[in-house]
């Protein structure tokens, strides 16, 4: 089992920038990967950015290569996304998910955190 919390939402001005991070806790010593998604008002879930342990590339959503960076500090087990250049459309919830290696589907999430791009 994993729990995770997310935190660093808010608002901010087109162009600006804001980090979330993702505390994760429970079974953290076996290896997982983790991921952002982000899910706009009445829309599916998308997925924005995801990282996996063991030299594995990171990928991003086309929508935000270039101004978002993932990236995770193992030793307190967080998992960050930074976002700059953040526009009016990356306004939505944000979540933080987690994964073993070997599964299919995302498994655990976390509540989320909201981000406003005001123009």
């Known amino acids: 089992q994993v729990q995770l919390v997310e935190s660093g939402g808010g608002s901010v001005q087109a162009g600006g920038s804001l980090r979330l991070s993702c505390v994760a806790s429970?079974?953290?010593?076996?290896?997982?990967?983790m991921g952002w998604f982000r899910q706009y008002l009445g829309k599916e879930r998308e997925g924005v950015a995801a990282?996996?342990?063991?030299?594995?590339?990171?990928s991003y959503a086309d929508s935000v290569k270039g101004r978002f960076t993932i990236s995770q500090d193992n030793a307190k087990s967080t998992l960050y996304l930074q976002m700059n250049s953040l526009k009016p459309e990356d306004t939505a919830m944000y979540y933080c998910?987690?994964?073993?290696?070997?599964?299919?589907?995302?498994?655990?999430w976390g509540q989320g955190t909201q981000v406003t791009v005001s123009s």
């Open positions: 998910a987690a994964k073993p290696f070997s599964a299919s589907g995302w498994t655990y």
């Open positions: 429970g079974d953290t010593y076996i290896s997982y990967c």
């Open positions: 990282i996996c342990r063991g030299g594995y590339a990171d």
